[in-house]
Structures are given as structure tokens and as C-alpha cells.
């Protein structure tokens, strides 16, 4: 079946320790996105990536980073420097439509939870 | 910023109550989208409308759009368990980068049996 793979379910983090969280499609759709959910926030985006080897920053991109070197996969990294770094993540994906108006909807994972040892 | 303000918060109704959550936006959308997310699980896509005054029907949910573009509604009719969970709506402005989905906040819907 075609989807979103996010591991691991469940992260710990300690204090000063980077951590990557991982998200595989195989849907094959071009662009890639990871939220943040935080309760009663709803989703914050923190970065998406529209083609291989290109990402944006979304709304609260500070302390994470990432990479697109394969179509199928969007790591996430979320560094020493995100000092509240405890919340659900979700990475999505969606194909991309030519109109430039037009968003396509987007397939969620099941996502990560992360929390600070 | 583009800001997508969502109300109620949360909401609690009584099996077969009718259930309404509201959408507006600081600026005109190019179109919006609604997302359920059961407790417990991650978003799932609804609906997505993009014309003025657009309402859109799924068994005994009705999506309706502004005429200004700036607000957006989804209406549940005789609510069932089934429909507990978090609805969201998310939007996008002519403004805003093509990938960058603007989401509210959130109605968390309860139903009580």
C-alpha cells in the first residue's frame, strides 16, 4: 500500500543532542512537508520542499534542519539549539499542481512524538 | 502575517446535535482546506474548495466558502461517535508561497452517546 512511514514513533531527547527524525513516501509525490503540533496550536509548518534537493522555511524553522536528496525521503533534524523541541511531529506530502494557486492535499504520516529526558 | 482564526475551541454536543465550526482569515484565501484528525491519529483530508461562495457536500457534511474568500464553515448534521475528533481548516493566500498551508487551531469535537 502507498503512504507515509515516520520513525521512530516515539523520540527522547537529552539536553545539548541533535536528533533526526525520519519520513518515507513511496506515493510518489514531489512535494514534502513537516508540522509541528503542539496542543491547542493546531499544525505549524516548519519546513517543506516542493522538488529534490530544494526545501523552504515554513513558519518556525528556527533550531530544525533538513535535507531532500531523494524524492522518497524528508528528514527532519531537530538540534541542540530548538530549545522547547517537545511536540508531535508530522510529515506530509502532496503532488504539486502547475496552477500556481492550487494546493493539493496532503497525506499525513502517522508521526513522532519527541520529549526531553 | 496571514493569520486562519478557528472557532469554538472545543465542542461538546449530544448524539444527533447538529455541529458547525467556523473559519476566518486576516486576508483573502485562494482556497482552503479541511482536515479531520481522529485522537490519537494524524490528519486526514476532507475537502478543498476554491470558488467564491462554493459549498460542497459529503453525506452529512456541508464545506461552504465566502463570498469574500476570507471565511469558510463546516456544518455537521445529526452528529454521530463516529465523528469525534479534531477538525481543521487550512488555507492559503494569493500572497502566500505555494507550499505554505496556513492551518487554524482547531475544533475538538466531542459527541456524547
Known amino acids: 500500500d502507498g503512504g507515509i512511514t515516520q520513525s521512530p514513533k516515539y523520540l527522547f531527547r537529552k539536553e545539548g543532542q541533535n536528533v533526526t527524525l525520519s519520513c518515507e513516501q513511496n506515493?510518489?509525490?514531489?512535494?514534502m512537508y513537516w508540522y509541528r503540533q503542539d496542543p491547542g496550536q493546531g499544525l505549524r509548518l516548519i519546513y517543506y520542499?516542493?522538488?529534490?534537493?530544494?526545501?523552504q522555511k515554513g513558519d518556525i524553522a528556527e533550531g530544525y534542519s533538513v535535507s531532500r536528496e531523494k524524492k522518497e525521503s524528508f528528514p527532519l533534524t531537530v538540534t541542540s539549539a530548538q530549545k522547547n523541541p517537545t511536540a508531535f511531529y508530522l510529515c506530509a506530502s502532496s503532488t504539486t499542481d502547475r496552477a500556481i494557486y492550487s494546493n493539493q492535499p496532503q497525506h499525513f504520516g502517522d508521526g513522532t512524538r519527541l520529549s526531553i529526558l | 502575517g496571514q493569520q486562519v482564526m478557528q472557532i469554538p475551541q472545543y465542542q461538546h454536543v449530544q448524539e444527533g446535535e447538529d455541529f458547525t465550526t467556523y473559519c476566518n482569515s486576516s486576508?483573502?484565501?485562494?482556497?482552503i482546506q479541511w482536515y479531520k484528525q481522529r485522537p490519537g491519529g494524524h490528519p486526514v483530508f476532507l475537502i478543498q474548495l476554491v470558488k467564491s461562495g462554493e459549498v460542497k457536500k459529503q453525506k452529512r457534511l456541508t464545506f461552504q466558502f465566502g463570498e469574500a474568500k476570507k471565511n469558510s464553515s463546516l456544518h455537521i448534521t445529526a452528529t454521530q461517535t463516529t465523528d469525534v475528533g479534531t477538525y481543521f481548516c487550512a488555507g492559503r493566500g494569493y500572497g502566500g508561497s505555494q507550499g505554505n498551508l496556513i492551518f487554524g487551531k482547531g475544533t475538538k469535537l466531542s459527541v456524547k452517546p
Open positions: 486576508t483573502t484565501l485562494s482556497n
Open positions: 520542499s516542493q522538488i529534490v534537493n530544494d526545501f
Open positions: 506515493l510518489n509525490h514531489d512535494a
